[in-house]
């Protein structure tokens, strides 16, 4: 089949790939790992969905109208990290290990308490709903817009709004409530250091 | 918006901070590319030329143009040298390589036929 002016080059659509693998893996890196909880799955959820990507890269920019293709990575990102706990029953873990990068200039305390507050946000969003997850990780790990976040989560742009103010809010309980818990915790066993020491 | 859902927000920023691809992961990655991109097209030449002495196959070249357009061919190719070199490709000398990619493009073309 001869091909028409409409479809480039099998060269050009390699360079196109690349500057687009280029642009966006940090992104597709970073929600495979805010989604998946863990490096190794990050890293195998990253590969596939680049390979996936490149199989039907063609056909997405024909149909993608100069539109960028960065919500599409991601819906593909989505779907495989999707079919991933479908095999393995399983829901993420919530990582923690970047709270371990703060400022400098922070007292220790303030780093513990810093790092502690990441850490009860990170487990808040582990316990959201799937889809407000996924909007909070987009939104504030890869900085997408509104109307980007709607393309990749297949809503309308009114409806992706809604969801991001609604996942801030329940997060915003969530880790309220977790901070409480923390303190109620750490106030129980002091204060049973407290009684033990009175023995 | 209030200073506490901004301040919370900015909490969110500094909570879900972007993570950089391990550097291993970045090498892997781009060598599979870039064996997609550059196998594709010597291996399928290299089928080409011995299947193309069959007139039976003669078909097939033309699908597979098609195919390889689509990338199914670099994929195909890429599957190909996976099962065949889990440890690395130079172990396995380019003829056994061009047979196997033969083998696995004739399913794949099939499939294709077939639809």
Known sequence: MAETPQQKSKAQLDADFSELYRAHLRDVYSYAYYRVGNHHDAEDLTEQTFLQAYRHFDRAQRESAGRPLRPWLIRIAHNLAANLYRDRSRRPASPIDDTTELAASHTTEELVEGREQLSRVLEGVGRLPDDRREALIMRFALGMDNREIARAMGRSDGATKVLIHRAVKQLEEMVGVLGVEAETVAGADSGRRGVEGDE | ?115
């Open chain 2, 1 to 115: 918006m209030s200073d506490a859902a901004s301040s919370f927000e900015g909490l969110l920023h500094q909570a879900l901070s972007p993570v950089e691809p391990p550097e291993d992961l970045v090498r892997r990655l781009e060598g599979t590319l870039t064996s997609l991109t550059e196998s594709a097209v010597e291996e399928l030449e290299a089928w080409e030329l011995s299947a193309m002495r069959d007139p039976r196959n003669w078909v097939r070249p033309a699908t597979a143009v098609v195919v390889g357009g689509s990338a199914g061919v670099a994929l195909v190719l890429l599957r190909t040298r996976h099962r065949a070199h889990p440890r690395g490709r130079e172990l396995l000398g380019a003829r056994t390589a061009a047979e196997r990619a033969v083998g696995d493009l004739r399913a794949h073309t099939r499939r294709l036929l077939d639809r």
